[in-house]
């Protein structure tokens, strides 16, 4: 059975398995690195409001076979008001730029 590598990134750091792992085909070891995903992301959140994780497999070779990422991004009212207040500056400047003046 083919040995895998996998890396996993929880944001502190990576971690390298330390043996490789047999599984039956480069599919079951993608799927593996992907549940590590969704644990190490059910593990961290929510402890703050960015995350982000990744996933790396490697094959008996060493060469890479996978590589998965995923990003949290958490915002609460007072960043979307923020955001939507800096978005409408940015089109009040962009329409003065084209001489049309301020949005109404």
Do not use: W
Not at 22 to 38: G, I, R, S, Y
């Amino acid at each position: 059975m083919p040995k895998f590598t996998i890396t996993t990134d929880d944001s502190e750091g990576a971690e390298r398995s330390d043996e490789s792992l047999e599984f039956p085909h480069t599919k079951a070891a993608t799927d593996d690195a992907q549940v590590a995903l969704a644990e190490m992301a059910r593990d961290k959140l929510p402890e703050g409001k960015r995350a982000d994780f990744g996933a790396t497999v490697e094959d008996d070779t060493g060469s890479k076979v996978y590589r998965a990422g995923l990003s949290f991004a958490a915002k609460n009212k007072g960043d979307l008001d923020r955001e939507a207040e800096a978005s409408d500056v940015a089109a009040d400047d962009v329409a003065s730029c084209l001489g049309s003046g301020p949005r109404e």
